[in-house]
Every structure is written in C-alpha cells, then in structure tokens.
C-alpha cells in the first residue's frame, strides 16, 4: 500500500506532490507501524499554533517556540531524514526541516518553496525571491547575498556559484533528494535491509527505475 501510493502521486506526469504526504510515506516506508493520518494530524497541530501567518512567523513558532533545531551531533542519522522521527524529536537536516516549515506554512496560508541549493537545503518565500530561510540554522533569515556566502562556506569554496542554485524546487524533486539522502546514508552503513525498502521505493519512481534497474534488482534480491 505504501509503495503503490508513493508510486501514484510521484508519476511525473501528474498533479503537484503533497509534499507532506510524500515525505511521510517515505517515513511508513521504513516505519510499518506508522499511522499517516496521525502525523499529518501532527502537522495540523503545529499550524493552529502559529500566531502569525507570515514567513517569518512560521519560522519563529518553528524554531523558537517549538523548538525544532539541526541535528548537528547525528547529522548522518538516517532517522533525521524521517518527517515523524523530526516531529517528535525536533531534530533533522537541512532538508527534512525545511519540507516541516513548508508544509506548516502551507497549513497557515503562506507559500513558501523548497531551494535545492548543493549541499544545504533552504526555503524560500513565493511571493518575494529575495527572501530565504534557513531551517537547519534556527529558521534564520536570508539575503541572497547571505545565501551566496553560505553557499561558499558549505562547499568550502570548491563549486562554482550559480543564481539558479536559487531556483524553487518542485515538490517531486524534493522527494527524490529525500531519497537519495536515504539511499547514500544505508549504502555507507551496509545497511542492506533498509537499503532495500529504499531501492523498492525509487523503483516507484519512473526515471530512477530506469537508471538504476540492475541495482534496485541487486538490493530487491534480499527480499527473494
């Protein structure tokens, strides 16, 4: 049930990922016992709480009056990758945070869009280009003079800038660095077990089946 429906909404051709579902189905992918209905509720709840529907309110009821902050001790958890393990720990990764800030800021009526900028993950607002996020770093607050800096920092200055690096990413695509997160994270572990159920769940996705079909059959044989 888990794969058919990621496999349903993450076809190319159709409408906008729920980016919340998406995640979350990730999230069941690894967890059987998990209910989605009871973490959307989660994220229902989180939304009623924000005081101001704005980009900035949601960043400070995220970050400041619940709390949520990057796990920089466990960085390479693969848990922090898992939107229900962020919820009920207040921990995750550039990306997992910044899906959580999204779909809150959804809930309250505020658009914001995910930057899949190399090597750290931001948010920024739909109706102003030159204002971003940053949910690992305390919902901080962007330029994208800041943006570029941090950039350089992140990369230790060995990737060349690029303003599209700035670009909205669409919401399947934020899924599919979810998983390649995932994937990269249980591949270095020899995690063979979780790797799998990862690799079942790229299967599900047209263009990674079809480049990596003799790897997600070499991990699948597990189940065999």
Same mark, same amino acid.
């Given at each position: 049930m888990v794969r058919a429906r990621f496999a349903e909404i993450m076809q190319p051709a159709g409408p906008s990922v729920p980016l919340d579902e998406a995640a979350l189905l990730i999230s069941a992918a690894l967890h059987p016992d998990l209910e989605l209905v009871d973490w959307l509720a989660e994220l229902d709840r989180l939304a009623e709480g924000c005081p101001a529907p704005t980009g900035d309110g949601v960043a400070?009821?995220?970050?400041?009056?619940?709390?949520?902050?990057?796990?920089?001790?466990?960085?390479?958890?693969?848990?922090? *990758?898992? $939107?229900?393990?962020?919820? #009920?720990? =207040?921990? %995750?990764?550039?990306?997992?945070? *910044?899906? $959580?800030?999204?779909?809150? #800021?959804? =809930?309250? %009526?505020?658009?914001?869009?995910?930057?899949?900028?190399?090597?750290?993950?931001?948010? =920024?607002?739909?109706?102003?280009?030159?204002?971003?996020?940053?949910p690992f770093d305390g919902g901080r607050r962007l330029d994208r003079a800041q943006v570029r800096t941090l950039f350089e920092q992140v990369t230790g200055g060995q990737v060349v800038w690029n303003e599209q690096y700035l670009d909205p990413t669409p919401n399947r695509d934020i899924a599919i660095r979810m998983l390649n997160n995932l994937k990269s994270v249980f591949a270095g572990r020899s995690d063979a077990?979780?790797?799998?159920?990862?690799?079942?769940?790229r299967s599900a996705v047209p263009e990674l089946a079809e480049l990596e079909a003799a790897e997600i059959a070499a991990t699948s044989a597990i189940f065999n």
């Open positions: 400070q009821h995220l970050f400041t009056t619940e709390h949520f902050t990057g796990n920089r001790n466990a960085y390479y958890d693969w848990r922090n *990758s898992c $939107l229900d393990r962020v919820i #009920a720990t =207040r921990t %995750g990764i550039p990306i997992s945070l *910044s899906v $959580l800030m999204i779909e809150v #800021a959804r =809930r309250v %009526g505020v658009e914001l869009h995910g930057v899949g900028m190399p090597a750290h993950f931001l948010v =920024r607002v739909a109706d102003d280009p030159d204002v971003f996020f940053d077990i979780r790797l799998a159920i990862v690799m079942d769940l």
